[in-house]
């Protein structure tokens, strides 16, 4: 048996080997209805029926699977109508996005689908974490210190310059221990935000005082000034005295009290903030002052072979005591014979045994014991005598 609903042409001979049972089952009057006829085949007849047409609905194609177009079917025989057809998924609409990086916290790169949200991780960015510098620890020299930076991710790899900016503070001054050298990492860009920041060290620069430490001057019955000539690297000069006759002020002035000789150290220090301390001694030795000699007189010894000869000078309360000297040389580079008096309140000696009818040359000088040391004044003027 076939069903011939549809059948559109028979070819000649197709049923000769078929059994004498053999029926043809069809519609009225349809193409295989008219062959049976003709050919004297048994047929049993369809009844025909209007379809009860059902709609299959399209099913929209998502990002991962197939949808289906509109379609229809007849519910009673199941005769497809309209032939449903597959539309190929969609695939996702991925949007990317990127979250930055900031210190303690790693970002991200992730793409996301715009319709079904999926979400995939392009590339993890990870957290700043260090900055080291290209020089740690400067000395104080009045200007900027900008060490070099290099600033390393979680994972210890360099990030690139490109991605922050650089500022310095309180990076001139030493010293400052409450706002230290500070250097600071400002992140920009679309990978990186927030910031890092790390201290540094500027230490004092060395120091060093410049100026004579020495000086002579003379005892006066006036006070006198001078200027000790100190410079410092750095910082601020301060001059302390160890002699109450000799004092310094805060510009290094140094007044000395009249009438006083003797030896006064003055200690000179300078430092401050940004520079060490230094110290110098300024050593000050007061000389006594010269006297006058007041005369030489020839004083005749009777009945002697040797002559004599007073000298008599004005009193320098404050001196050790007194050097006489005398020579027959004008100059005194030869032949020199020198008399020490000691006490201040001395003031005439007797000098014996001279030669007759010979000039002698006489000054005469103070000195003061400083120190252990005698320190002599200038010579007085010189006098002469002659012996008779
Ligand atoms: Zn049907
Ligand atoms: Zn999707």
């Known amino acids: 048996m076939i069903d011939g609903n549809e059948v559109k042409s028979i070819g000649y001979g197709t049923f000769w080997l078929c059994s004498d049972d053999f029926t043809i089952k069809c519609y009225e009057n349809s193409y295989a209805y008219d062959y049976a006829i003709a050919n004297d085949i048994p047929v049993i007849l369809k009844s025909k029926h209007e379809h009860y047409i059902v709609t299959d609905p399209a099913v929209a194609p998502n990002c991962t699977k197939t949808g289906l177009t509109k379609g229809s079917h007849c519910s009673e025989c199941n005769e497809v109508i309209v032939e449903q057809k597959v539309v190929p998924s969609t695939g996702h609409t991925y949007k990317k996005t990127t979250t930055k990086a900031k210190p303690g916290t790693n970002g991200a790169v992730v793409k996301t689908c715009t319709v079904c949200k999926d979400e995939v991780t392009v590339s993890t960015i990870y957290a700043p974490k260090t900055i080291a510098l290209s020089v740690a620890s400067y000395k104080y020299n009045g200007k900027q210190r900008k060490p070099v930076v290099t ?156 002559g004599k000869f007073t000298i008599t000078w004005n009193k320098l309360s404050y001196a050790t005591g007194y050097q006489i000297q005398y020579s027959a040389n004008s100059s005194f580079k030869s032949g020199n014979k020198t008399v020490n008096v000691k006490g201040a309140s001395t003031v005439s000696k007797a000098i014996t045994g001279l030669a007759k009818n010979k000039t002698y040359y006489v000054r005469i000088r103070t000195y003061k014991t400083i120190a252990g040391k005698n320190v002599f004044s200038a010579w007085s003027a010189k006098k002469s005598v002659k012996i008779k």
């Open 151 to 306: 600033v390393k991710d979680g994972k210890g790899n360099v990030i690139a310059s490109s991605n922050y900016t650089v500022t310095y503070t309180n990076n001139i001054n030493a010293g400052n221990t409450k706002t230290k050298p500070t250097v600071k990492v400002t992140f920009k860009g679309s990978k990186y935000t927030g910031s890092l920041s790390r201290t540094f060290t500027i230490n004092k620069a060395t120091n060093k005082l410049t100026g004579a430490a020495v000086y002579t001057k003379t005892a006066s019955i006036k006070a006198q000034s001078f200027k000790l000539n100190m410079k410092a690297t750095g910082g601020k000069i301060t001059y302390k005295s160890d002699n109450k006759n000799v004092k310094a002020d805060s510009t290094g002035k140094v007044t000395i009290a009249k009438n006083f000789s003797g030896k006064a150290v003055i200690t000179v220090t300078a430092g401050n903030n940004n520079y060490k301390t230094a110290t110098k001694k300024v050593t000050i030795t007061v000389k006594p002052a010269a006297v006058t000699l007041k005369s030489v007189k020839n004083t005749t010894v009777k009945n002697a072979s040797k």
